[in-house]
């Protein structure tokens, strides 16, 4: 069975300061890649997603992961955090079989 | 576009008795439907998934007596919480993926109380 790491549950970071959120998978085979981020308050809405090529991938708000086979990895990054980027972030991987599997999520909060 | 929406986003219910939550896709044909549960604190735990006109396909440990999923039209899946207890009491979404393409779409949720 595959799963999904987040290794940090909580976060907490001042405004500017960079972003790096780390995501494990575990699954021998084809994986697609996603992140989702959940605003207070909100539902989960999709970040970025790996599905073939170039293995850094650019979503919204300045966000970027990027996919290393060798590490079954696909962190989080963002150069500089706003305020507004508080939230809770989840990894999820989906195999061939189309089972999308979350990580714990990692609850990021953001100082002015 | 890409809208997917809950119904209702609360329910409390008495022990017993059983409680529908609706999914719909807004604004696209969704093929395929999810069903997640969140507990506290943790992440979402698929438990079901919904293909349109066929039955559903649940993943290991959730009862499907219990937990009766109607796929009927591209746009609408219904998740309806049989003889319902405190235990489960929960957060479930749904998703929606559109038709052709491997992205799923979350609804807000359901937060549902069993008393």
């Known amino acids: 069975a595959q799963s999904v790491s987040q290794h940090n549950h909580h976060v907490i970071l001042s405004e500017a300061a960079s972003l790096e959120l780390g995501c494990n998978y575990s699954y021998g085979g084809t994986v697609n890649l996603f992140w989702y981020v959940q605003y207070p308050g909100q539902h989960l809405q999709l970040l970025l997603k790996y599905f073939s090529g170039d293995p850094l991938v650019k979503g919204i708000k300045g966000f970027e992961a990027e996919f290393i086979k060798s590490k079954f990895s696909f962190n989080l990054r963002k150069p500089s955090v706003q305020w507004s980027d508080t939230a809770e972030y989840f990894c999820?991987?989906?195999?061939?079989?189309?089972?999308?599997?979350f990580g714990g999520g990692t609850r990021l909060m953001v100082k002015p | 576009g890409a809208v997917v929406s809950q119904h209702p986003s609360r329910v409390i219910c008495k022990s017993g008795t059983s409680v529908k939550i609706e999914c719909r896709s807004l604004?696209?044909?969704?093929?395929?439907m999810f069903w997640y549960r969140q507990f506290p604190k943790q992440s979402l735990m698929l438990m079901a998934t919904s293909n349109e006109g066929s039955k559903a396909t649940y993943e290991q440990g959730v009862e499907k007596d219990k937990f009766l999923i109607n796929h009927a039209s591209l746009t609408l899946s219904t998740l309806t919480v049989t003889s319902a207890h405190p235990e489960d009491s929960s957060f479930y979404i749904c998703?929606?993926?559109?038709?052709?393409?491997?992205?799923?779409?979350f609804g807000p949720g359901t937060r549902l109380t069993v008393l």
């Open positions: 999820a991987v989906r195999n061939a079989g189309n089972m999308l599997t």
């Open positions: 604004d696209f044909q969704a093929t395929t």
């Open positions: 998703s929606a993926a559109l038709a052709g393409t491997d992205t799923q779409y």
